[in-house]
Nanobody
Framework: VQLQASGGGLVQPGGSLRLSCAAS????????MGWYRQAPGKQRELVAS???????NYADSVKGRFTIARLNALNTVYLQMGSLKPEDTAVYYC???????????????WGQGTQVTVSS
């Protein structure tokens, strides 16, 4: 199973970005999908997650500014980020809790990370 993330970049404070992450490979089904981030010198933290049924969870620091969504048919998760602040600068990683096709084993897969920089 591979996760391919895209959409990071440089944006000014107050701006918006949309991250995408597509899972592919030997997938039977995907439970939760989500996004973590890690800023320099800080621990990795959960930004947002979404279940296969559409229930969402957000870090307090991004509530009201970020929106997570997924398209189950494409095994893809999105993170719409708005009102971005310099403190949102980090490498963003997508995750997918996946039942593998051959074993049905549940395993968390991570994407490769995409850099988001918020700066004027």
């Amino acid at each position: 199973v591979q996760l391919q993330a895209s959409g990071g970049g440089l944006v000014q404070p107050g701006g918006s970005l949309r991250l995408s992450c597509a899972a592919s490979g030997s997938i039977f089904s995907i439970n939760a999908m989500g996004w973590y981030r890690q800023a320099p010198g800080k621990q990795r933290e959960l930004v947002a997650s979404i279940t296969s049924g559409g229930s969402t969870n957000y870090a307090d620091s991004v509530k009201g500014r970020f929106t997570i969504a997924r398209l189950n048919a494409l095994n893809t998760v999105y993170l719409q980020m708005g009102s971005l602040k310099p403190e949102d600068t980090a490498v963003y990683y997508c995750i997918a809790d996946t039942h593998e096709l051959s074993t049905y084993q549940l395993k968390r897969y991570w994407g490769q990370g995409t850099q988001v920089t918020v700066s004027s």
